[in-house]
């Protein structure tokens, strides 16, 4: 049996929505554009499963990207204010995203979850935005996307516990592929109840596919770009091998991800 501290609250509205992995990037933008009035956090995985290769259209070649950069990219091409937040980003740039997330500036943050419990569990600077042991504690978020499902139920109550909060209504949106109904089932279980199948439109789905499809495209484009603008030598220039692993954080490096290398080759 499981106590307590793994059921959700009663404000929560706990939804699934069930497609092919291939129609996931689709299926978040028409999420993100039915809740265009709601503030929105997207969560990602972490550790192995940050580790995604995504394929361009044709499946000519792969880029290696965080998830949260490309999604983030995706959205903001296709109009919806999003911002990322993951390991790779200094404090700063994670108090930055969280800021303007909080403010309103932005209306989607797209998250993974080591990342958004560690900008400094110490943090202050915010009287009404503490992240800590309990993770990303922002007030008024609407609505909680689960793009990648968790693969340990705990999580899963954490993410979906970003939103209704202090008595408030809250929603969540679980996006379950055919790989991922094992997953599924295990997070009924702890939670002691069934989520619910959120009603869809195929049509507007599909109509959508061609716009996202061609954003996907660009944002793999722009993050291999990126890559090559910031390699190893900028590294080296922000302050050498130990202060880039350690903004890094766990979800790259507990990844798998290369840590900085000294060349032994060069000086």
Same mark, same amino acid.
């Given at each position: 049996m499981y106590g307590s501290r793994y059921q959700t609250v009663s404000t929560l509205l706990q939804y699934y929505l069930f497609v092919p992995l291939i129609q996931k990037d689709?299926?978040?933008?028409?999420?993100?554009?039915?809740?265009?009035?709601?503030?929105?956090?997207v969560f990602t995985r972490t550790v192995h499963d940050a580790q995604r290769y995504?394929?361009?259209?044709?499946?000519?070649?792969?880029?290696?990207?965080?998830?949260?950069?490309?999604l983030s990219i995706i959205l903001r091409t296709l109009g919806f204010p999003a911002v990322p937040l993951h390991g790779q980003l200094s404090q700063s740039q994670r108090l930055g995203a969280l800021n303007k997330f909080k403010t309103g500036g932005r209306k989607v943050l797209v998250a993974t979850d080591v990342a958004s419990r560690y900008v400094h569990r110490d943090m202050t600077s915010f009287n009404d935005l503490t992240i800590g042991d309990s993770g990303l504690d922002i007030p008024s978020v609407d609505v909680v996307i689960n793009f990648d499902i968790p693969t340990?139920?705990?999580?899963?109550?954490?993410?979906?516990? @970003?939103?209704?909060? !202090? #008595? %408030?209504a809250g929603k969540s949106i679980t996006i379950v592929t055919q790989y991922?109904?094992?997953?599924?089932?295990?997070?009924?279980?702890?939670?002691?109840?069934?989520?619910?199948?959120?009603p869809t439109s195929k049509e507007e789905v599909m109509l959508l596919?061609? @716009?996202?499809?061609? !954003? #996907? %495209?660009?944002?793999?484009?722009e993050l291999k770009e990126e890559a090559k603008s910031n390699g190893g030598k900028k590294r080296r220039r922000d302050g050498g091998g130990e202060r880039d692993d350690k903004d890094r954080d766990d979800d790259v490096v507990e990844a798998g991800m290369p840590r900085t290398k000294k060349s032994k080759g060069r000086r």
């Open positions: 689709v299926h978040l933008v028409y999420l993100a554009n039915e809740l265009a009035s709601n503030s929105i956090i995504v394929y361009d259209i044709e499946f000519s070649h792969i880029a290696f990207v965080y998830p949260s950069c490309r340990h139920s705990k999580d899963y109550i954490h993410r979906v516990g @970003r939103t209704a909060r !202090a #008595g %408030r991922d109904v094992e997953l599924l089932q295990r997070i009924e279980k702890v939670i002691g109840k069934k989520l619910e199948l959120f596919k061609e @716009r996202v499809d061609e !954003a #996907g %495209r660009l944002a793999v484009n």
